[in-house]
């Protein structure tokens, strides 16, 4: 099945750097790598998503880039903010049939100000 | 559109003892999945279903069972909890659609198992 690492899993940060998460996947069929956000206490929410036709998409201050011949994706904030603070998870899917997400561990994200 | 819910939101169980917990979903969604959360361990899928009457196990079903008797509702059982069974349980669902693959999650359930 697929397996996805996450690093690092935790970073800190001061208000207005950049940060930077990435993620490995192991299956080259997967096409469909989404990211979601986890606040404390509440439930993960998407964030940004690419598919593997796509090399980079960008939302405002988030951006996810894909290698696929790598096997890799990362997931970029610019000008970071303290409410910019969670846990974010990378996961991965092979698009065809009955799959399910593949998630990574997490990565716990502190902005100081 | 309430989304995805789920029942109850926290929950004490003592060893040996069961418990159904709840997920409906109003977005006609085909797929719904459960989930467990622990500390450093990211999102493991329980089990997951396609469709009404159809389930199937993930990467951790053991101790648990499943039914989609309605296509809103998800159920997971816990037949003889156990504490290893702690956990913060998140159910979700999606489209059965090749284009729409989005995952909507639950508020999620606490389970404290003594």
């Known amino acids: 099945g697929e397996n996805v690492e996450q690093h690092p899993s935790t970073l800190s940060v001061q208000e207005g750097d950049s940060a930077v998460i990435k993620c490995t996947y192991s299956?080259?069929?997967?096409?469909?790598f989404p990211w979601y956000k986890q606040e404390l206490g509440k439930r993960p929410q998407l964030i940004i998503d690419?598919?593997?036709?796509?090399g980079e998409k960008k939302d405002q201050r988030i951006a996810v880039t894909l290698n696929k011949t790598a096997k890799h994706f990362s997931l970029h904030i610019t000008e970071t903010q303290p409410e910019d603070s969670a846990v974010y998870f990378c996961?991965?899917?092979?698009?065809?049939?009955?799959?399910?997400?593949?998630f990574g561990k997490g990565t716990m994200l502190l902005v100081s100000p | 559109n309430a989304g995805v819910t789920q029942t109850p939101k926290f929950r004490v169980l003592k060893t040996g003892q069961s418990m159904t917990l709840l997920c409906a979903q109003d977005?006609?969604?085909?797929?719904m999945y459960w989930y467990r959360q622990d500390p450093g361990m990211g999102l493991r899928l329980i089990h997951y279903?396609?469709?009404?009457?159809?389930?199937a196990k993930g990467e951790v079903p053991d101790g648990y069972n499943v039914s989609r008797l309605k296509k809103q509702n998800f159920l997971l059982g816990l037949e003889s909890a156990a504490p290893s069974q702690t956990s913060v349980y998140f159910c979700?669902?999606?489209?059965?659609?090749?284009?729409?693959?989005?995952?909507?999650f639950g508020p999620g359930t606490r389970l404290t198992v003594t």
């Open positions: 979700a669902s999606r489209r059965g659609l090749a284009n729409l693959v989005e995952q909507y």
């Open positions: 299956d080259s069929a997967s096409n469909y």
């Open positions: 690419i598919r593997s036709n796509v």
């Open positions: 996961a991965a899917l092979i698009n065809r049939g009955y799959s399910t997400l593949t």
């Open positions: 977005m006609n969604h085909e797929y």
């Open positions: 279903s396609v469709g009404e009457g159809t389930t």
